[in-house]
């Protein structure tokens, strides 16, 4: 049997999971989550990762593991497994550490076993084109709303980072909008804070105002805006890149229902009838892309697309 583990490292949180290579399928009672600290000590984050991969290790044989992969946040050397992350009040501890070589003694594991890393809003669009909503599509966008905007623009099951029909490095989040950034606008944050100006109440989150929007038109006109940002941040990509489809993903979704009729309104504005879908594997999809990397033809063509500069 040849078994990946999947792990998807968050600002807040750790998860992972086994599947089946062979049948693509998850590994029973495999799945395993933590909440997570990050502004603590190193040791601390490390130990509750190794101790929430464990878990998952705990429910299948060590020796058929082909490998590990690892979706992450950046700024991080991919390649070599190497956190950059600093200042942004979350895993600064484990600057400049080889998370690689630390999860290799941690965990126990053969050196024959790979282990491999990606950013995350990349490993959700190769979880997606693999097996979730972007399967069988030859271009796929595919986006992830959350504590952060992120973005793949996904070509034969890659994301593409050097072309000129997308944006630099494939990364939206940083594109101009408003005087700031798209990240500001396509955010946990952005609800909770054009929330408080509007009616001077606190929300812990999206799902929480997604409730409140029953009977309350003010709210509802909040989702709406997110839905008109959104396409206005996106829309001069999804023309050049013109994908088969587009996936959403993230905490976001959770509203999904007050954006999503904005969303494909403002793209037929546009004459754009490009399906917009919803991620039904959700917070699985950056595992399973995590899972991925450990088919070493698919990691080599990646590792092609994303680390060499034409």
Known sequence: MNIAIGIDIGGNHISALAINLDTKTVIENSFATNIINTKVDKDTIINKWVA???????????????GIGIATPGPFDYENGISLIKGLQKLDSLYNTNIKETLYNALNLPKSTSIRFVNDAFSFGIGEAWIGKAIFKNKAATFTFGTGFGSAFMKNGIPIVNSNSVPKDGFIYNTPFKGKIADEFISTRWFIKTYYEKTGNKIKGVKELADLAKDNTQVENIFKTFGKHFVEIILP?????????????????S???LFLPTINEELKKHKIEIPVEVSY?????SILGACRLTD??????????LYTRS
Not at 237 to 253: A, C, D, H, R, W
Not at 281 to 285: G, I, R, V, W, Y
């Open 52 to 66: 929430t991969i464990n878990k998952t290790i705990s429910t299948i044989n060590k020796k058929d593991i082909t």
């Open 237 to 253: 990509y999804i023309k050049s890149f013109n994908p088969e489809v587009i996936v959403l993903g993230g905490n976001i979704t």
């Open 255 to 257: 509203g999904k229902h």
């Open 281 to 285: 594997l959700k917070e699985k999809a």
């Open 296 to 305: 070493d033809d698919f990691y080599l063509s990646l590792k092609e697309k």
